[in-house]
């Protein structure tokens, strides 16, 4: 896996492109963030770096970790994640180094991961997109009910309660999420922002993962070859 970073998400606006067209773009503040552990085959068993991101008051984070991150030579950091990277490109990482937006100026497609937003209990047609019981005819009281739920209300010969996977009322949001192959619009290295075509996962403020895209479609894919030919 290539360079990921950490960031928050800003918000919605858009831009216009050369040709005049009007694109609707997320933008993402990202980094700087800090390298504040390298993992190596021999004493790890697996190579990967680890950063933090946003340095927060030490009343605010735990002895171990003011611990961990002044070996980096850094403050306390709200947020670590670690990627995983190939034996030979580990060595392109220190301990304490800097990443920011400017190490994706030469990405074209991101995949931006997020927690959705957490709308907390919720019935079957906002969660499912059921139909909902019919509107008149007798119906009293019963409009927004799934209906039975007939031969799948219990696990028959492996236990009781409702059969695995059948679609009920329950929480919704607040999960892991993942955006794959946004396009890159622009780049703002002077503020840290990177503005991706689309919508991204979670709320404003909220804290997102950003890495180069792992899986692209045909026409992107060819796109990507073509630049690394120039």
Same mark, same amino acid.
Request: hydrophobic share 35%.
């Given at each position: ?11 919605? =606006?858009?831009?216009? #492109?050369?040709?005049?067209? #009007?694109?609707?773009? $997320? ?5 700087? %963030?800090?390298? !504040? ?5 021999? /004493? ?17 984070? =735990? @002895? ?33 180094? !800097? ?7 030469? =990405?074209?497609? @991101? ?6 937003? +957490? ?19 007798? $119906?009293?009281? /019963? ?5 039975? @739920?007939?031969?799948? %209300?219990?696990?028959?010969?492996? &236990? ?9 009322? &329950? ?6 999420? =993942? ?12 503020? #840290? ?10 709320? #404003?403020? +909220? ?24």
């Amino acid at each position: 896996m290539a360079l990921s970073l950490l960031g928050r998400k800003v918000g919605m =606006t858009r831009v216009f #492109n050369e040709a005049g067209v #009007n694109v609707p773009v $997320t933008v993402l503040q990202l980094g700087p %963030c800090v390298v !504040t552990q390298v993992r190596s085959m021999e /004493k790890d068993g697996y190579t990967a770096v680890q950063i933090g991101f946003e340095e927060i008051k030490a009343r605010r984070s =735990t @002895i171990p970790v003011i611990g961990h991150d002044a070996k980096a030579g850094v403050g306390p950091q709200r947020v670590h994640r670690e990627f995983r990277v190939s034996d030979k490109d580990v060595a392109n990482y220190s301990v304490g180094q !800097t990443l920011s937006v400017k190490d994706l100026a030469s =990405t074209l497609f @991101i995949d931006v991961i997020g927690t959705s937003k +957490g709308k907390g209990f919720q019935g079957t047609m906002k969660r499912w997109h059921f139909k909902g019981q019919p509107a008149s005819h007798g $119906t009293e009281r /019963k409009h927004r009910s799934p209906g039975s @739920i007939g031969s799948l %209300c219990s696990n028959r010969g492996f &236990g009781g309660g409702l059969a695995k996977g059948k679609k009920m009322a &329950g929480h919704m949001g607040a999960v892991r999420r =993942t955006c794959r192959s946004l396009d890159i619009v622009r780049i703002d290295e002077g503020n #840290n922002l990177l503005l991706v075509k689309g919508s991204v996962p979670g709320a #404003n403020t +909220g804290i997102i993962e950003v890495r180069p895209a792992i899986r692209l479609y045909r026409g992107k894919a060819k796109k990507v070859a073509d630049a690394a030919k120039k």
